[in-house]
């Protein structure tokens, strides 16, 4: 193993593309920078360093630079006599870049870069793992921040600073073809055309063209924030085909939508999508979205989610559990679609839009806030709260619904659907219509008022 170690201040200025510290290697290899680097040329690698096996860059101090581009770099791999060396594109100003075994940056201090559709640091390994660790303040004008990726392993971000990017995909762009971990603790900002602030995704762009290489089927992504995003597109995007997991417990201010979870497979049904939102999260276009073909998804909700938009709260064809906690602030629809889904909402808790389970036999608790709630097909059981809670009813709402806890002098039933009947059966009242009906258990009145409009 090769250890390379430079300190001190550099100034470099050339009319073409320029190197700083570090080269291409057959073993092992670290690199050491402790101190200052300015660099006024078209093209430019600040501290970086490609290897056959491991690469190790470690970064203390300061580095800006005027480049628009990185460089394509010769990879050091054995080819067969009169074979062409391969070359793959480094768009980082700090890099680190391994074919047979991992790829590590750790950086500590104050980075900017203007390189078209790159950023400042960038961690890249073919075989193995991709690990950055950065802290400080990075800044690119023109494209990403920071980049990990793992063509075949698992890819490793944990950020604390400020990060800015004013241009391409996202901020933080994690891509591990088998798992993707990102811990940030950061302030980030972005600009530009729609730039999310963490992209956490199991399929890896190997051209660094922006198409990516599909997902493994057991590919997993998990993302914690802590920090603040502040971004012009979503603010966490998370895409794998078995478990993603995001909790955050710091502030997201997305013009996009909040969090967006996908399973990117979209037709085997298995995967898993949980989020843990503890913070305050506002999403311009969508709060929590998740789409995809998931098996299951549970979202548990003890802070703030503001829609926009869009709603609030959205699922796609999963067996969704949604549990929004006392204290907690929801502006917007909650919006489950397909699945048997349990939505429970704690007494103190606000749900400032409507509660749409869609189809599938679902089960909603409601709290004391008092609630807005959208009856769907299925064999749906509904428990109302201790506030003033609406039950509506429109063309295409089949099933057989139960309703506990309905209260004549508080509660309101509207229905759209056409004629409805109304029977008293034993010390219930059972109300039908032409595609389903609705059973008030505990309830016998002839005399509900079934004539009222709906109520937004």
Known sequence: MATFSRAGVFNYNANSFLWGFGGTYETATTLNFLGSMTIDAPAALAVAAVSLESATVNVTGTISSTARSGAIVTLPVPVPPG????????????????????????????????????????AFSALADAYVTATGVMISERGFALRTQAASGDAHSVTNGLIEARGGECAIMVEGRENSFVTNRAAVLTGGDHVDGILATARVDLTFSGDRVAALANSNVTVTNSGALCTSGDGIRAEAQSTIEIRNTGRIDADGIGIHVRDIDGSDGIGRAIIHQKGLLEGATGGTIVTGDFATTTIDVSGVVKGGSGAAISTDASNDSIHVRSGSKIFGDILTGAGNDVIRIDNGAQVYGVIDTGSGNDTVFLGNAGYVVNGG????????????????????????????????????????????????????????????????????????????????
């Open 377 to 456: 097909a299925g064999d749906d059981i509904y428990y109302a709260g201790s506030g003033r809670d609406v039950f509506r009813y429109s063309a295409g709402d089949g099933g057989h619904d139960l309703l506990f806890g309905f209260d004549l002098r508080r509660d309101v039933l509207a229905f759209d659907v056409g004629p409805v009947d109304i029977h008293i059966t034993g010390r219930d009242t059972l109300i039908t219509w032409s595609e389903g009906s609705l059973r008030l258990v505990g309830v016998a009145s002839p005399d509900l008022d079934l004539s009222g409009a709906w109520i937004a």
């Open 83 to 122: 074979e062409p060396q391969p070359a793959g594109p480094v768009d980082e100003l700090i890099a680190a870049g391994a074919i047979l075994g991992d790829a590590r940056v750790t950086f500590a201090g104050s980075v900017r870069a203007q390189i078209e559709g790159g950023g400042t640091i960038g």
